[in-house]
């Protein structure tokens, strides 16, 4: 009997003890921010709608949920901001938190590259490159938009642009008319945005 009671008081002692147990400040921290975060995101405000979607995305102060960040992110894009638009094209392109759709993630990026926002018009540009979502691949959209984004500074579409002449901007994917219409277009794109 002695043991029995000896066991159960050992047994008291370790389940109160792991009750005691200290929060981490760190994790209660990165929780209040979460609960204020929410709250900001609720006036509506773009900029505080994208932050909630990282900490979902990111599982900062909550469990990671890819659904409730991309709800987050959405909602942000709707109100233009830019950063947001480009994420939620790039959602849909890799289907995480929400269904795979090549095509509205054109739609998303599309409206990114157009507000001058280089990772969207790499993307728009690799989608049309690999015809994700198009009946066809695309390269001289492609060609624009990679232009496009070298011309604003992007390092990797200054490296793809001289392997995309080397290759498919010829015969018989390109015409010289079709190259030539695609480097007039960027190129007015980009005097157009510089006088923004």
Do not use: C
């Amino acid at each position: 009997m002695k043991k029995i009671i000896l066991h159960f008081g050992l047994l008291f002692a370790l389940v109160a003890g792991a009750q005691e147990k200290p929060v981490n400040p760190a994790i209660l921290k990165a929780k209040q921010d979460f609960e204020k975060k929410m709250a900001e995101a609720a006036t509506g405000d773009p900029v505080k709608l994208h932050e909630l979607g990282e900490l979902h995305y990111f599982g900062r102060g909550t469990a990671r949920n890819h659904a409730e960040a991309y709800k987050a992110y959405l909602a942000a894009a709707e109100k233009g901001h830019v950063i947001s638009v480009a994420t939620v094209g790039w959602m849909l392109r890799n289907g995480q938190g929400v269904g795979q759709d090549y095509k509205k993630s054109i739609e998303w990026y599309t409206k990114g590259a157009e507000k001058g926002h280089v990772e969207s018009q790499m993307g728009l540009a690799e989608l049309h490159y690999n015809s994700l979502g198009l009946p066809k691949r695309d390269y001289v959209t492609a060609y624009k938009w990679y232009i496009i984004a070298a011309g604003l500074g992007s390092k990797e579409a200054k490296a793809f642009v001289p392997r995309m002449l080397q290759t498919v901007l010829k015969e018989p994917h390109v015409t010289a008319d079709q190259k030539a219409v695609a480097e007039t277009s960027a190129a007015d794109w980009l005097a157009t945005y510089a006088k923004k």
